[in-house]
């Protein structure tokens, strides 16, 4: 069974940094592939990051070099560590996970379909 619990949500102003946590845990043989979305209000929802088992990781152009995705050693917490915040970053954030495919490993982050496994969102708020 999958189970995926964010945590880390909150407000910060233009410019602030937010870290945002997600306990993973799964069947351990599969390898995992990680992920992070958001949707902001009126929006549809869109991939921000992901990292696969090998610790590669993938962004949207609009996070890119201001969003880090990582996990701890144990592959059971990920996180989003979020930098440069501005108010168009606001939304709720979500984890996500599918088992790598054997072939083609994991999806990219804008094929929201071929994720299989949420967890509950976190309301990040950026005042300007």
């Known amino acids: 069974q999958v189970r995926l619990v964010s945590s880390g949500g909150g407000s910060v102003q233009a410019g602030g940094s937010l870290q945002l946590s997600c306990a993973f845990s799964?069947?351990?043989?599969?390898?995992?592939?990680m992920g992070w979305y958001r949707q902001a209000a009126g929006k549809v929802r869109e991939g921000v990051a992901r990292?696969?088992?090998?610790?590669?990781?993938m962004y949207s152009d609009s996070v890119k070099g201001r969003f880090t995705i990582s996990q701890d050693n144990t592959k059971t917490t990920l996180y989003l560590q979020m930098n440069a915040l501005n108010v168009e970053d606001a939304g709720t954030y979500y984890c996500?996970?599918?088992?790598?495919?054997?072939?083609?490993?994991?999806?990219?982050?804008?094929?929201?379909?071929?994720?299989?496994?949420w967890g509950q969102g976190v309301q990040v708020n950026v005042s300007s």
């Open positions: 996500a996970a599918v088992a790598a495919d054997t072939d083609y490993g994991c999806p990219k982050i804008h094929v929201e379909r071929l994720w299989q496994f």
């Open positions: 799964g069947p351990t043989y599969y390898n995992w592939c």
């Open positions: 990292i696969d088992s090998t610790g590669g990781t």
